[in-house]
C-alpha cells in the first residue's frame, strides 16, 4: 500500500465552498453534517449545496451581463434534472434548456416560464415537438430536416427556432462528450445548415431567430470557443447566437479549469470581432452550473485485502456513471477522518469489474460503517442513476446555510413492483 498523505484543506478545496470539519472531526458542506443527513435519509444520498448553486448562477449572469448587452443564460437541465432544480432556476430568474419531452414536463412543473426554454435532441419525436410547441416554449433548435418537416406539420401560427450547426471544432476532452467536430451525430454540417436555414426562411411558420453550436462538455481550455464563434459567425448575420455549454470543472487536485469570467470573456471577445453587435447571445452551462456543488454520501459495507485494499460501498454505477462511462476520476474522503490515509480501491456493490468509483484514492482508516463522501459529483450523477442490480435510485437533499431538505426520496422497492404489470 502506497502511504499518501493528502491534506485536509486541500481535500475540502474541492467540496463545495465553505465546507469544514466540526469540532469532533465530522464533514460538514452547506453547514449540514453529512452524517446527520446519512442518518436521516440513508444512504447513497447525493447532497447538494443549494446557496452555492444560486452563487454560481448569479457570478455567470453577471459575468455575461457585464461582458454583452443583450445576452443571456439558460441552464442545461440535463445535468440536474429534478422538479427542486428547475424551481430554483426559475426563481434565480433564467430558463433552461431540455432534451426531449421529459425534461420539458419536469421544467414545466418546476416553474420554468415556457418563453425562456430551449429544446434540444437529434431525435425529437412528433410527440415531443407537439409538446413543446403547445407549450409555447421560445426556442426549438433544428437538429436536422425531419424536425423541420415535422414543425412545419404541427406549428400552426408561429415557432421561433434555431439551427443547430457543427462547427468543425474538436476540444480536448472525452470521446463520449465531444459534440464540435466534424461527423458529430449532433446538427448539421455548414453546407447543410446554410441549406436548412434557406429553407427555413421561406417558412410561414418557422422563424429562424438564429444558429447553435455546442462543442462538447468537461472541457478545460478556452481556446475552442474562440473557434466555434468564428465558424458559426460564418453562417451569417442573425437575430440570436446560441453559443452553448460545456466549461469543465474541478474533479480532482490536478484538474486547472478557467473561471468562468474567463470562459465569458473569450465568447464576448471573439463575439465582439465575429458577430453583429446587437445580435442576442445566449450560453447554456450545465456541468459547471451544479458539479462542484454536489456530493455523494455512501457506507462502506466491506474492507477487505491488503494489496490492494478493497473498500466496498453501497453504491457505485448505478449512481454514478461518469466513472463507467468516460474513466472521470474523482475524489473522496472518510467523513469522520477527513483527508490523509493510505490509497485503497474504492469500489462499488455492482456486478461489473468496472463498477470502481476511484482507483487508488487515498482514505483514512477506513472501516465498515464508515460514511464516505465522494466530490464533485452534482452534474450528472443523478441524471444517469439506475436501477443496476436492483437498486433504488437515491433521494436528493439541498442544503441551505445549515438547513436540509429533501427534495426527491428515495425509490422503492414497490415502486420497481407498481411498474410490472403481469400479475403472474
Ligand atoms: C449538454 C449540453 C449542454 C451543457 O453541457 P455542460 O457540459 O453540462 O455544460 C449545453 N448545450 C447542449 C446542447 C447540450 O447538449
Not at 434555431?162 to 480536448?172: E, Y
Amino acid at each position: 500500500m502506497t502511504v499518501e498523505t493528502t491534506a485536509a484543506a486541500e481535500l475540502l478545496g474541492l467540496f463545495p465552498p465553505g465546507s469544514r470539519v466540526d469540532a469532533d472531526g465530522e464533514l460538514v458542506v452547506a453547514g449540514c453534517r453529512l452524517a446527520d443527513l446519512a442518518d436521516a435519509w440513508g444512504t447513497p444520498l447525493y447532497v447538494v449545496d443549494e446557496t452555492a448553486v444560486r452563487a454560481q448562477v448569479r457570478r455567470l449572469r453577471q459575468a455575461l451581463e457585464d461582458r454583452w448587452q443583450g445576452s443571456r443564460m439558460v441552464f442545461a437541465s440535463k445535468a440536474f434534472p429534478c422538479t427542486a432544480m428547475y424551481r430554483l432556476m426559475a426563481d434565480e430568474g433564467i430558463g433552461v434548456d431540455v432534451a426531449g419531452a421529459g425534461e420539458l414536463v419536469m421544467a414545466l412543473a418546476g416553474g420554468i416560464d415556457p418563453a425562456r426554454i430551449v429544446v434540444h435532441g437529434n431525435a425529437k419525436t412528433t410527440a415531443e415537438l407537439r409538446l413543446a410547441v403547445e407549450a409555447g416554449v421560445g426556442l426549438i433548435v433544428i437538429d436536422n430536416t425531419d424536425d423541420i418537416d415535422r414543425l412545419e406539420e404541427l406549428v400552426s401560427s408561429e415557432q421561433s427556432v434555431l439551427v443547430r450547426v457543427i462547427p468543425g471544432v474538436r476540444p480536448d476532452t472525452y470521446e463520449a462528450v465531444a459534440t464540435g467536430q466534424a461527423g458529430s451525430k449532433f446538427g448539421l454540417p455548414v453546407p447543410a445548415a446554410r441549406a436548412a436555414i434557406a429553407r427555413l426562411r421561406h417558412s410561414d411558420k418557422l422563424r429562424v431567430e438564429g444558429v447553435h453550436a455546442h462543442i462538447g462538455s468537461q472541457i478545460l481550455a478556452t481556446e475552442p470557443y474562440a473557434r466555434e464563434v468564428e465558424a458559426i459567425a460564418g453562417l451569417g448575420d442573425f437575430a440570436t447566437y446560441n453559443l452553448g455549454g460545456g466549461l469543465g470543472v474541478r474533479y480532482t487536485y490536478t484538474d486547472d479549469p478557467p473561471s468562468p469570467e474567463h470562459w465569458i470573456e473569450v465568447l464576448t471577445e471573439a463575439a465582439r470581432r465575429h458577430l453583429p453587435r446587437d445580435a442576442e447571445l445566449i450560453i447554456e452551462p450545465g456541468r459547471m452550473l451544479v458539479a462542484p456543488f454536489g456530493v455523494t454520501v455512501y457506507r462502506v459495507v466491506s474492507v477487505k485485502g491488503d494489496d490492494p485494499r478493497f473498500v466496498a460501498v453501497d453504491g457505485g454505477m448505478a449512481d454514478n456513471m461518469e466513472v463507467a462511462l468516460y474513466g472521470q476520476r474523482f475524489e473522496a474522503t472518510v467523513t469522520s477522518r477527513v483527508g490523509g490515509g493510505s490509497s485503497v480501491e474504492l469500489v462499488g456493490r455492482h456486478c461489473e469489474s468496472g463498477d470502481r468509483l476511484i482507483s487508488g484514492v487515498p482514505l483514512r482508516d477506513p472501516r465498515p460503517g464508515d460514511l464516505v463522501a465522494v466530490a464533485a459529483t452534482g452534474a450528472y450523477c443523478y441524471t444517469m442513476a439506475n436501477n443496476y442490480n436492483g437498486a433504488m435510485r437515491p433521494p436528493v437533499v439541498f442544503c441551505a446555510d445549515g438547513v436540509p431538505r429533501l427534495v426527491v426520496r428515495r425509490e422503492t422497492h414497490a415502486d420497481f413492483l407498481s411498474r410490472d404489470v403481469a400479475s403472474s
